[in-house]
């Protein structure tokens, strides 16, 4: 064969090869040679042609089959298609804005890439069955969707765009891929312009948009009542009780009956107290303090007894229970519970006899715990205090029971001395609060951090959470411990610590992680040696990352952050559905009573961690989108900032102070060409060598605020 005609033969080859990539690549999906050569970037009669012919060739052999319309598809029976000897996973969708997926298996294992062809009408948070190809030397493991195994939603909220025939919903969630498709008559009164809750109705195969129709008009862009129920709207939380719940709750007695008190311990003479933040209007939980004739204290963690009013298969538990945590977006909370029982009845208010669930604990001058008692109180809180007010007294030690405050926080500093020396993360992290007008537009944002008065309530809620757990969950001799409600949180994945390390260790730190106790101590020493430098944020972040999400469960694994061997939620049954569950599972093993169901309660507890972690997101939503409202009027405005992250696309940067995060897009650095070094976050300038880096001081301006996607625009000024 001659040099010209093997170059010929070698190129028609590699032809081949292309065209059967994209088969193999979408083993599923069905082309024409048309969309073919479209992939391949093949634009003339005479290669479209080509591609045509080798189609029909490799049909010939076997290796692709022809559908209806002059459509093939990697044949079944060929051996090059990937059902054999491939496996399958399930997993959730985590949707990219391009229409690409990732998909997050269910055993934790590395995440599969999806192509936007391959994603089989798969939404963020829907759970899939992936077909795993063979896996390409260098490449990322791919797939493709086989089957939705269940939608994470069919609600979705978004801007509707009205036309003479149709109209479609554009969601404010950029997860979101595609718009709805919205038939004139599903409007249900919506107009153009407005935002609205549409739900998807079906979604045809060969349909590239879902079809929808509207539920809920929510009103116009812009208003603060209706951006925030939005974004409840988003996650499925309900706006309003039922109207059942509702009328349970206006049946119950204001008075406390004398037979209820004659069966509780009485704590009413006992100095009692609460500390919440000023805007607080539910109150869970105080504390009681009493000196002993032994020299002794007795600490009581009082917990406002929602249980008594709260009985199982309610209409007010049911609807507790779809909830699964009340909400605290910036301006407002939605409770879990009726306000009549969140706000009044079971609020542990100041000069009012309450219910309570107490955990009661002899303490000696050295926080050793000497004996425990739990059961069911009648409290009558003498004081309410703000932290603000009690961070005072503390460093002043002048004001209202500053004695009794002193001691508590004595105590309470020992706990928490304690709890470190035997291995417990120290992660301290900033909270963004906001001043609001009456119209809800935010006038200053602000950092919160925790001070001792905010730890001082912490560490008694820690220990009581911490010896319910024990009370139940410590085998007694032989018997094995019964079911119970953990909040757990597992050891980090060793590759993420592995990874962390590296990347501190390019910072200057270091990180020690031979044991539990070893890593502990490296973590909060490194949070010391980062306290006050640009790249403390950026540090304690990734830091966060790397550890474990702590979730509920039957099965105790321990708390690994905290370094308790058992742990749960006892302390705020007002707002957390795991800890009503828990007031009652105590109740029963208290009175002696069986074992609960244990997969009954597995699947509330999954249920409930599912349901925090959507609160979570709503709340962060609600920030971002604040922070977006509160930046608009500084469009060309210039902010010292820190760079919080870096991407193939751009830097991120947060400006100090309000830690409002924007983008700048390495398009719009136009002094070097900028390339991203993903494996030391940062981004560099191939000409000059100029390097951004993560923690790195930056001057921004403000280039543009999207208020509806909650997103930023910065420049970097020289």
Known sequence: MSKKNRKSYESANTFVKSVMEVFLSNP?????????????????????????????????????????????????????????????????????????????PDDKSEDIFISATSTAHSLHGDKVKVLLFPRRKGKKTEGQVVEILKRNKKQFVGTIEVSRNFAFLIPDNPSMPVHIFIPLTHLNGAKNGQKVVAEITEWPPQSENPFGEIKHVLGMPGNNDVEMDSILAEFEFPLFFSPASEQEAEQFLVGIPQEEIRNRKDFRDVLTITIDPADAKDFDDAISLKKLQNGNWEIGVHIADVSYYVKSGTAIDKEAYVRGTSIYLVDRVIPMLPERLSNQLCSLQPDKDRLCFSAVFEIDK???????????????????????????????????????????????????????????????????????DPKGKPVEIYLREMKDANKLIEDFMLLANRKVAEWVGKKKGNTDPKTFVYRVHDSPVPEKLENFTRFIAKLGYKINFTNRKSLAESFNRLFDQIKGKGEENMVETIAVRTMAKAFYTTTNIGHYGLSFPYYTHFTSPIRRYPDLMVHRLLQEYLSKGKSANREEYESKCDHSSEMERKAESAERMSVKYKQAEFMMDKVGQIFDGLVSGVSKWGIFVEIVGTKCEGMIRLRDMNDDFYYLDEENYQVIGSRKGQQYKLGGKVKIKVKKVDLPRKQMDFVLVN
Request: aromatic letters at 10%.
């Open 28 to 104: 599923l999906s069905k082309f024409s040679y048309i969309q073919v050569a479209t992939r391949l970037g093949v634009s003339d009669n005479a290669s479209k042609e080509l591609v045509r012919g080798i189609i029909e060739q490799l049909t010939k052999s076997g290796e692709l089959e022809e559908s209806k319309h002059g459509s093939y598809q990697l044949n079944k029976q060929s051996e090059k298609f990937p059902h054999k000897g491939t496996a399958y996973i399930s997993g959730t969708i985590d949707m990219k804005q391009t229409g690409k997926a990732y998909v997050i």
């Open 366 to 436: 050295n926080a050793c715990i000497i004996n425990e008692w739990f059961g069911k109180t009648i409290i009558h809180s003498n004081r309410r205090f703000n932290y603000e007010e009690v961070q005072e007294i503390i460093e002043s030690g002048k004001g209202d029971h500053a004695e009794e405050i002193l001691v508590f926080n004595k105590l309470a500093t020992k706990l928490r001395e304690e709890r470190f020396r035997k291995g417990s993360f120290n992660f301290e992290t900033q909270e963004v609060r906001f001043k609001l």
